[in-house]
C-alpha cells in the first residue's frame, strides 16, 4: 500500500472511530426532545463522569432513586396495585358478604372511586392488608404473576407492564450506562413490584425499596418459608422514603426523581446533601398521549412540590414538551 493510500485508511478509520461515539450519542434519551430539560440531564451526568470536573462525583456515590407510580409508569384513573387490589377484593367478596355495606370494600364492589379515595390512607392499606395477606410469598407471587398475565388498563387496554414510560426507561439505562446505581422508591409494595422491575426497567429486585406487610417466618411442608401477616411494617410514602432510603440503600441519592406530593421529602432529603445534587418532577401535562393533572388529583396529587421545584432547583418534566413519545411502542 503507498503511502497515500495509507493515510487515506487512517484518515477513515479516525472519521469513524469518532462517528460512532456521536452516533451513540445520538441515540442516549432519544424520546427527550431536544431543549434545557434533556440538556440539564446530560449536562449534569456529563460532569458527574468527568473526573477533574467541579460536578465529578465518586463511582460508589452515583446513586440515583426514582419513584415508580407516575414516574416510572403511569397511575391513573388510580395505582395501578389499586387495580390488583380491586380485583382480589371482588374474587374474595362471595365469602365476605358483610364487605356489600362497609367501607372502603363497599366501593370497590360498585365500582365508586370517589368513595374508595375517600377512604383516605387508612383505608387503602386496609384493602390492601386484606388482599396481599394470609398467603405465602410464593402463593402472592402466583397470583399476582396471573393477574398481570390478564388484566388490562382500562383505557389503552394495555397490559399494565407495557405502561412504562419509554423516556424513564431511556434514562434508566442512560444512567446506568454512566455508572449510576439506580433504585426505585416507591409508596407501591414491594412485593408487588419486585417480580416484574428487572424486565420492564433493568431493576433488580434488591434494589427495589416500597411499603411493606408483615411477615412471619415458618416451616411449611418441610420448606422454610414466608407467611404473609395483616399488618403494615412499613408505608414507604411521604417522609417515609428517605427513611426507606437510609435503611435499604444506606447512602444519599444524589439524583432523585418523581411526580408527586408523596416525593417530596425524598427530593428534599436528596438536594440537601453535599456536593453536586439533582431532582426533577415528572409532570404530567399531556391528556392526549397521557393524562393530564397535578393540584386536584386523586392519585398523584401535585401541589407543594410543583411550588417548592422553582425555590429548591428541582427540574419541572413537561411530559407535553419534553417527550417525544409515552410508551414504549407509540410512534
Not at 500500500?1 to 478509520?13: E, G, I, T, Y
Amino acid at each position: 500500500m503507498n503511502s497515500s493510500r495509507k493515510l487515506l485508511v487512517l484518515a477513515q478509520a479516525a472519521c469513524l472511530a469518532v462517528a460512532m461515539p456521536l452516533a451513540a450519542l445520538a441515540q442516549e434519551l432519544a424520546s427527550w426532545n431536544d431543549g434545557p430539560t434533556k440538556s440539564a440531564i446530560t449536562d449534569f451526568v456529563k460532569a458527574a463522569t468527568t473526573d477533574g470536573d467541579p460536578g465529578w462525583i465518586a463511582p460508589e456515590d452515583r446513586i440515583a432513586v426514582f419513584d415508580n407510580d407516575g414516574t416510572l409508569w403511569s397511575e391513573q384513573p388510580a395505582y395501578f396495585q389499586a387495580f390488583f387490589v380491586f380485583d382480589r377484593i371482588k374474587e374474595m367478596a362471595p365469602t365476605h358478604p358483610e364487605w356489600k355495606e362497609q367501607p372502603p370494600f363497599k366501593g370497590v364492589l360498585e365500582g365508586d372511586m370517589s368513595a374508595v379515595a375517600a377512604s383516605g390512607e387508612k383505608g387503602l392499606m386496609e384493602l390492601l392488608a386484606v388482599t396481599h395477606s394470609g398467603m405465602t410469598d410464593e402463593g402472592f407471587d402466583t397470583v399476582l404473576g396471573k393477574w398481570l398475565e390478564t388484566a388490562r388498563h382500562p383505557k389503552t387496554q394495555r397490559p399494565f407492564t407495557e405502561m412504562t414510560f419509554a423516556p424513564m426507561v431511556e434514562l434508566l439505562d442512560y444512567l446506568r450506562d454512566n455508572g449510576f446505581q439506580t433504585w426505585i422508591v416507591s409508596g407501591g409494595g414491594i412485593d408487588f413490584m419486585r417480580p416484574w422491575t428487572e424486565a420492564a426497567y433493568g431493576v433488580p429486585p434488591q434494589q427495589v425499596v416500597g411499603s411493606q406487610i408483615a411477615k412471619e417466618y415458618q416451616i411449611i411442608d418441610g420448606k422454610p418459608q414466608f407467611m404473609r401477616k395483616s399488618d403494615v411494617f412499613f408505608v414507604d410514602d411521604g417522609a417515609g422514603k428517605p427513611i426507606g432510603i437510609d435503611r435499604h440503600i444506606g447512602k444519599r441519592p444524589v439524583m432523585a426523581f418523581g411526580n408527586s406530593d408523596g416525593d417530596f421529602q425524598m427530593l428534599e432529603y436528596t438536594t440537601a446533601g453535599d456536593g453536586p445534587r439533582f431532582a426533577a418532577i415528572v409532570h404530567h401535562t399531556d391528556a392526549d398521549r397521557e393524562y393530564a393533572y397535578d393540584r386536584e388529583s386523586s392519585f398523584g396529587k401535585l401541589d407543594k412540590a410543583l411550588d417548592a421545584a422553582p425555590e429548591k432547583g428541582w427540574l419541572l418534566i413537561d411530559m407535553a414538551k419534553d417527550w417525544s413519545r409515552v410508551y414504549p411502542d407509540a410512534k
